[in-house]
């Protein structure tokens, strides 16, 4: 008994140590709510032109595209931080969730090398901005900016990366300056091959069922569980941990409430 008591004192005091380990989300500055710079990368104009971008987006689509840079997020892993900055802050609308943010961290002082950028999206977003494009795009515009230290540069560009593919996503026709879709069309359209494949896999998935099912229930008389695996899953990038779903206390501070479920990707450097 006393061994069980001391293990759950140890546990209880891990538990604790891991939650104060946690940084509090700044208070959102609402004078430019789209950009946070914590860390002092962007100057004034810098943060004006980016934020200026977020207004526009969010005015013709509804995107809420937030861009939020840290010193540091102790103890926490760098795609929690950011997955708990979607939920918490609300970014995106409550009933679309199609919030985008862009996370830096500066820090690398703990055990997840955390120093990297990270974007997490939201559910509607991860139609036309799925991890492995999310990558692509890291990887393209921004990566090679922020890895010799120049972060304005580096954030700026990726900014206006998902700001053109929102753009795209939900019809911006410059020429009349409106959008034509109120939601985003969806890239990932599946080809022809792939839609036989599917189905090839779904009539075989559903004829091992069949067979498994013949016979009555094992001896014991009860009955088999665990026979019907979930086909999809979401598209959760690898790395990505976190708690459960729904917006947190900052739901009057400026966001819609939206949330998300891990979609995103992230690069360290």
Do not use: C
């Amino acid at each position: 008994m006393k061994r069980i008591i001391a293990l759950i004192a140890i546990f209880s005091l891990f538990i604790s140590s891991s939650a104060s380990a946690r940084v509090d989300l700044p208070e959102l500055n609402t004078s430019h709510l789209y950009v946070q710079d914590n860390a002092h990368v962007l100057s004034e104009a810098e943060i004006a032109e980016i934020n200026t971008l977020g207004e526009h987006l969010e005015k013709g689509t509804g995107v809420e595209l937030l861009l939020l840079t840290m010193e540091s997020v102790g103890q926490e892993h760098r795609q929690d931080f950011a997955l708990r900055a979607l939920r918490d802050y609300g970014v995106g609308k409550k009933d679309r969730d199609n919030g985008i943010v862009i996370f830096l961290n500066l820090d690398n002082g703990n055990e997840f090398n955390n120093r990297g950028i990270d974007v997490q999206v939201g559910y509607e977003i991860e139609g036309y901005l799925n991890d492995a494009k999310i990558g692509r795009i890291i990887d393209t515009v921004a990566l090679d900016d922020l890895r010799r230290g120049d972060f304005s540069a580096g954030l700026k560009n990726l900014y206006k990366a998902l700001y053109d593919e929102s753009l795209d996503a939900y019809g911006w026709d410059p020429e009349s300056q409106q959008f034509t879709n109120d939601r985003p069309k969806n890239e990932e359209v599946p080809s022809f091959a792939e839609v036989i494949i599917s189905i090839i896999f779904i009539m075989i998935l559903i004829w091992l069922l069949y067979k498994s099912g013949k016979g009555g229930p094992p001896s014991g008389g009860r009955r088999r569980r665990g026979l019907y695996p979930p086909i999809f899953t979401s598209g959760n990038s690898g790395g990505h941990f976190g708690g459960g779903f729904g917006s947190g206390g900052f739901g009057g501070g400026g966001f819609g409430g939206g949330s998300g479920g891990g979609g995103g990707a992230g690069r360290g450097f």
